[in-house]
């Protein structure tokens, strides 16, 4: 079923149940993006009267994309059976071809946000003739932080001796004004996905689930992040400090503050990938600072799927003689 906003309330109970549910997948957090940049094509799926999977998108033409305005998005679902899987993945699919729809783009979520931690839908991708189209390294440390590499040991260490103070802030906009943009642009010569009147909103409507995190050396911010909360992982969506938090280790700091403070409740801390140019390079350094905290990779698949792949479906079991 087409999604319209009088299902809200059977979206979210989707999501309260689902093992792969992640912040992203809130309609309120899909509503910061300004009206009439996508045209939405979610979808809601029943069985037995009860909502039981949900699936974030919008179309461009006959492609659907799942979904262009997320980091991930793929198939949510409540926990069920590896038939209940296929059967909604090919409603879905049947869905999309009357439509007059001819393929599915997703972006799926990586395993590790899932608390089950089963990959079922990779098999279910695989049957239905999908194309992996771009791949990413997501690089994740599991919790409680434990940290072996001599030189990040080293460096929290002395950041422990710096008399930094690590605050948690209900405001964003002196962290992107500070440090954010002139990092992003003066390193990378980017800008961040959100500006900070987005991410505002986003703090307000999600309390709890985006928290803001600053460092401070002698009553001045020299590094922060930017914290989504999932059920299972949390997120630094955006990381940044100046030159004298580099000189500080004030990051090094920060990570591991995050990464035992809250390693009691959650499973991972998610650093995301450090890819360039659709996933074909890495940014070298980003990356080994990632890994010498341990983190390890899990990749991150962007499917290409025909909506007519629900045929191939029908043919996943061998009749038993």
Same mark, same amino acid.
């Given at each position: 079923?087409?999604?319209?906003?009088?299902?809200?309330?059977?979206?979210?109970?989707?999501?309260?149940?689902?093992?792969?549910?992640?912040?992203?997948?809130?309609?309120d957090f899909l509503a910061y993006h300004p009206s009439g940049k996508f045209q939405d094509c979610s979808v809601i799926l029943y069985g037995n009267g009860k909502p039981v999977a949900v699936f974030a998108a919008h179309r461009e033409g006959k492609t659907v994309y799942s979904h262009q305005g997320l980091s991930y998005a793929g198939l949510i679902q409540v926990p069920c059976s590896f038939d209940q899987?296929?059967?909604?993945?090919?409603?879905?699919?049947?869905?999309?071809?009357?439509?007059?729809?001819?393929?599915? %783009?997703?972006?799926?979520?990586?395993?590790?946000?899932?608390?089950? %931690?089963?990959?079922?839908?990779?098999?279910?991708?695989?049957?239905s003739n999908a194309e992996i189209i771009q791949m990413e390294l997501s690089l994740t440390?599991?919790?409680p932080l434990a940290v072996k590499n001599k030189g990040r040991k080293a460096n929290i260490k002395q950041a422990g001796r710096q008399d930094l103070i690590i605050i948690e802030?209900?405001?964003?906009?002196?962290?992107?004004?500070?440090?954010?943009?002139?990092?992003?642009?003066n390193r990378y010569q980017t800008a961040p996905t959100h500006s900070h009147e987005e991410m505002s909103f986003l703090m307000e409507k999600f309390p709890?689930?985006?928290? %803001?995190?600053?460092?401070?050396?002698?009553?001045?911010?020299?590094?922060?992040?930017t914290v989504y909360f999932s059920k299972n992982c949390i997120h630094t969506q955006y990381l940044a400090s100046n030159s004298q938090g580099r000189k500080l280790?004030?990051?090094?700091a920060l990570v591991n503050y995050l990464g035992n403070t809250f390693a009691e409740k959650y499973k991972f801390l998610d650093f995301g990938h450090s890819n360039?140019?659709?996933?074909?390079?890495?940014?070298?350094?980003?990356?080994?600072?990632?890994?010498?905290?341990?983190?390890?990779s899990f990749v991150h698949r962007h499917y290409m799927v025909p909506v007519d792949g629900w045929k191939k479906l029908n043919k996943v079991y061998k009749q038993s003689s």
């Open positions: 079923m087409h999604y319209s906003p009088d299902l809200k309330k059977d979206w979210g109970r989707v999501l309260q149940k689902a093992t792969n549910a992640t912040l992203m997948h809130e309609r899987k296929i059967e909604q993945f090919k409603a879905l699919m049947k869905y999309f071809e009357s439509l007059g729809l001819s393929h599915l %783009q997703i972006k799926a979520t990586p395993a590790f946000y899932n608390s089950t %931690q089963e990959e079922a839908m990779v098999y279910i991708m695989h049957l440390i599991n919790l802030s209900n405001e964003v906009k002196s962290f992107w004004e500070a440090l954010l943009l002139p990092n992003l642009q709890g689930k985006i928290r %803001q995190f600053n460092v401070f050396k002698d009553g001045l911010m020299v590094a922060g992040a280790n004030a990051l090094d360039e140019n659709l996933g074909l390079n890495i940014n070298k350094g980003l990356f080994r600072w990632k890994e010498s905290f341990g983190a390890n």
